[in-house]
């Protein structure tokens, strides 16, 4: 299957209110309404954030990015709730971010917000179509000053010089009609699969992604189907100052990946095999803890968007990659908008349960002399 088409970037238009603007009025009243039927919590942003998995002024903000499109795409069809009252923006909104965030059925989350099923559908679509457009700055490689920035707060975690992220990967599980249960989405542990890959910063922003591929690719095909692996392998990204180490060796930018990745000059995996020495113990556990934030991202994002969490049931393949895609970047507006982790969401390295750890074992000769070099300064 050939990996999700590129998105054109359109002209960004004035969406017509604020970030920072508030829901009020009229169309409040379908919060405050929804709010009285909740019996989770007496505090109201607790509540919203508990059915929304983000805060009001996170919600606020979405709004304000899709407003300009969905009143357009709504102008010609008018969206009614089972009561005929018009669905305003917030409410459209509010219905997309509920499925995406539960994972439940359209048909629960239609009978909790007082749409139909088919409503459900229609909006949540247009929703992923407009976000995967408006909202995608917020998914982007870091320029420059902003990586000098990462790999300092990279370095603090456990001391590893020029380091510019960690890469991990992950599988979206799928049930699939047996017409499409086709042995290419099969994946190592007997599951129906999609696989995403993501690059992530210090703070657990995704700044590259891959998806679409089928689980049935292990971690190093997956690395070596996206741009990001043509980009490094033709100079092109991960290709800052190099830093001289204390001894006197230089280190070029890299990132971090576990041993299902190979060992390349700008991707740095842990030493392999039993009796290692203390010097490459030590590496191997320094790049374990900074490495973390990549698997803690994962596992952030699952538990926060439920619907790529657990068996997804028949998903369009098609479609599937968009909403993951769309996921990715709600994930990162709630990092940039300062949103906590909610409560529930566990904060741990454990996004794909069942599967065993990959091994791969190719490793290039200066990747070699660069992991060394790495781990002689640590220790």
Known sequence: MAPPRKFSKKRRRDVGI???ASVNGNESDWWHDLSHKLSTSDNEEEKF??????????????????RFDLEARSSSSGILDTEGRVVTIERQVAIALRRLASGESQLSVGESLD?????????????????????????????????EEIKAKLEKIQGLSNCCGAIDTTHIVMSLPSGEASSVWHDSEENYSMIMQAIVDHEMRFRDILTGWPGSLNDYGILKSSGFFKLCKNGQRLNGPVKKLQDGSQIREYILGDEGYPLLPWLVTPYQGKDLSPVKMGFNEKHKN?????????????????IIDGVMWRPDKHKLPRIILVCCILHNIMIDQGDELHADV??????DKGYNQQLCQFADRNAQILRDNLSKSLS
């Open 18 to 20: 604020p970030a920072e």
């Open 49 to 66: 954030k508990s059915f929304f998995r983000v805060s009001r002024k996170t919600f606020d903000y979405i709004c304000s990015l899709v």
């Open 115 to 147: 749409v139909g099923q088919s409503t459900v559908s229609q909006v949540t679509w247009k929703f992923v179509e407009v976000i995967e457009e408006r909202g995608i700055h917020h998914l982007k490689w870091p320029h420059a000053n902003e990586m």
């Open 290 to 306: 900074t490495r973390l934030v990549a698997e803690q991202a994962i596992a952030r994002f699952k538990g926060t968007w439920k």
């Open 346 to 351: 566990p904060l741990s390295h454990h996004h």
